[in-house]
């Protein structure tokens, strides 16, 4: 299975400044994706720590580990560097006034030939788009979640509520958090999407899943989403990362072929 990557993110219309922090590191196939949240620019530097903290650390035991790690290797080395990455933004929190109560939410995928280890805190999402059929694949660590998972209201009333960003789980804000870590079969075609709560609050599921189909480049399929988020409103930041799955066979063919084999 080959990968294509491409990210993107905007401060919106309504902020000055922009919290959210988006990384790639195409050589190991990970992704991650923050939306930090503090006062000041204490979510700037929230959300930049955790992209660079697990993106060096997890990257670098990825590239040592190689591509036949198992699953179990695999989420034991997130949940590990998360929790290193987890400390030393609930330690900056702490030994700083200016950053106290920073915190961010997380999503880091890391992408193996068929397989997806994908790890989330909080409100970020991970979908994916898979013979035109949109699903959303992470379960937000939200209060309007847990409403929803006790029957106190719809999704339809979820949608309007006031308390949309009030997350029940972030990286940082405590000494220790839980990242929860699911495994996911990839097919050949497959598009995920990761985002921070600014295109999702801006975005119904239809919208997303009508650009994310669209026959254009996957640079395309990202700033379309974010001027769409930003067209109906544009209230938060906007950051997405977008990931292509592709059959190895078919691009190895179309290197033979240039090859003349």
């Not at 930049?48 to 035991?61: H, Q, V, Y």
């Not at 590239?63 to 198992?70: D, S, V, Y």
């Not at 409100?123 to 998972?149: A, P």
């Amino acid at each position: 299975m080959n990968y294509e990557f491409c990210f993107r993110t905007d401060p919106g219309l309504a902020r000055e400044n922009n919290e959210d922090s988006v990384t790639v590191d195409e050589a190991t196939r990970l992704g991650i994706l923050a939306d930090g949240m503090g006062g000041y620019n204490a979510g700037e530097v929230a959300s930049g720590m955790a992209t660079t903290f697990i993106k060096s650390e997890l990257g670098r035991w990825l590239a040592q580990a190689g591509r036949h790690a198992n699953s179990r290797e695999v989420r034991r080395a997130m949940e590990i560097c998360v929790d290193n990455a987890n400390r030393s933004i609930f330690n900056a929190a702490n030994s700083n006034p200016q950053y106290s109560g920073m915190g961010t939410t997380l999503v880091v995928g890391v992408f193996q030939d068929g397989r997806l280890m994908l790890g989330h805190i909080g409100d970020s999402r991970c979908y994916r788009l898979r013979n035109g059929q949109l699903e959303q694949i992470t379960k937000d660590h939200s209060l309007l979640q847990e409403q929803m998972d006790a029957g106190l209201i719809t999704p339809e009333q979820a949608a309007t509520s006031t308390n949309k960003n009030l997350v029940t789980r972030a990286l940082g804000v405590e000494d220790a958090v839980l990242l929860e870590v699911n495994e996911h079969r990839v097919e050949p075609g497959d598009l995920y999407l990761m985002c921070s709560d600014g295109l999702s609050d801006m975005l119904d599921d239809d919208s997303i899943a009508r650009i994310m189909a669209t026959e254009v480049a996957l640079e395309q399929k990202a700033v379309e989403l974010v001027d769409a988020a930003n067209a109906n409103g544009g209230r938060d930041n906007i950051s997405v990362l977008l990931a292509q799955a592709n059959s190895g066979s078919r691009k190895k063919g179309l290197i033979s072929r240039w090859l003349g084999q």
